[in-house]
């Protein structure tokens, strides 16, 4: 269940407008048949991400979906990384286990690893009026770290949600959330659970 009961901290701060932003939950990332190192821990977030979901539709916020758009020759595949995620193969769509809604959540395609790059996403929330964004997704340590950094560069508050976030290996899931449980932009920036993401917000 969600908390919504305000901390000290937060009592005379205004009402937050978030915005769920959830990133990479794609069918290359999650598809069991072909597994990643990735894919159970990503598989293990979509319950408390559909829970968010859940309550975000309830209270009319934004829900993005933002997820890899790459092209085979992109720069970032001259390297290591394997091409995955293409524009416009099944790979790149919305997994098959997240609760998205077309008529009702926005899905923005992203060419490279900030949900921010390209997308149009900050005119987005601007115009939504969103203050905060609360970043889902995988994983932990690149896509939702670019995106969590670079939505502090727009100005937006960013609450990491340890539970509806993954990485691998879990060791490094937890290095992150330790890296920023204690940080100098605080309160801006946070670790927080879904579950205790009503105390930031109200």
Not at 24 to 51: C, E, G, R, Y
Not at 65 to 94: C, K, M
Not at 135 to 150: E, H, Q, R
């Amino acid at each position: 269940m969600i908390s919504f009961e305000k901390n000290d901290e937060m009592q005379n701060s205004p009402p937050e407008k978030p915005a769920l932003l959830i990133i990479d939950m794609v069918k290359d990332n999650l598809d069991p048949d072909h597994p990643l190192p990735i894919t159970p821990f990503a598989n293990q977030i979509i319950t408390p991400i559909n829970t968010l979901i859940k309550m975000f539709r309830k209270e009319n916020w934004p829900v993005v979906f933002s997820t890899d758009a790459y092209h085979e020759q992109d720069f970032i595949f001259t390297g290591r990384l394997q091409p995955h995620s293409l524009e416009g193969t099944r790979g790149a769509e919305i997994a098959g286990g997240l609760d998205y809604r077309p008529e009702t959540d926005t899905w923005l395609p992203k060419r490279r690893f900030s949900a921010f790059f390209q997308t149009g996403l900050e005119k987005f929330l601007h115009e939504k009026k969103v203050t905060l964004c609360a970043l889902a997704g995988i994983t932990t340590s690149y896509c939702v770290l670019a995106t969590m950094m670079d939505a502090l560069c727009h100005d937006f508050k960013a609450v990491l949600l340890e539970d509806c976030t993954a990485a691998y290996p879990q060791s490094t899931h937890e290095s992150i959330l330790a890296v920023y449980r204690r940080n100098p932009m605080y309160p801006l920036l946070r670790v927080e659970s879904s579950v205790d993401l009503g105390q930031v917000v109200y």
